[in-house]
């Protein structure tokens, strides 16, 4: 059985480069790469129209694009406007929910640990026998045949 390793040691316990190797076919590794460059360009792109409309710059590709979008650079500076607004809306008013939740509720002592199970409690349920309760606080390690917990509907 193998285990982990202490966080000190750098070595790997196997000895590989890799802790998981896996068998992908050629198709799904090229499926996979196309997917993650496709999503790259379309965040730059995203990125680069939101950028130049901030910054008011109009350059080749991106003007083509805000004309075929019909919008304008202080369309899209509305738009950050009012996301911005929004978002400082939200976070002013969960402030003021967790102001008032730490003012109304913060004193309360009403979550404590729970107390130890005592030999008393695990009799009065009469789900296990005495002898089995003893045997699991005395031993270390224990294996068991068959489940000592009785059935509820019994």
């Given at each position: 059985m193998e285990f982990t390793r202490p966080r000190h040691e750098t070595e790997q316990p196997i000895g590989q480069d890799v802790l998981v190797e896996t068998k992908r076919?050629?198709?799904r590794s090229f499926i996979e790469i196309t997917l993650t460059?496709?999503?790259?360009?379309?965040t730059l792109v995203v990125t680069w129209f939101f950028g130049s409309a901030l910054f008011n710059q109009d350059g080749g590709l991106i003007a083509s694009l805000k004309a075929m979008l019909n919008v304008t650079n202080r369309d899209i500076r509305e738009l950050l406007g009012f996301g911005a607004l929004a978002l400082l809306i939200s976070a002013c008013a969960l402030y003021v929910w967790r102001t008032y939740n730490k003012?109304?509720?913060g004193p309360l002592a009403r979550r404590k640990a729970p107390t130890d199970t005592t030999r008393e409690d695990w009799l009065k349920l009469e789900l296990i026998e005495p002898d089995e309760i003893d045997r699991l606080q005395r031993d270390k390690v224990i294996v068991f045949e068959k489940n000592p917990v009785k059935e509820l509907d019994q």
């Open positions: 076919s050629f198709v460059l496709i999503f790259w360009a379309y003012k109304r509720f």
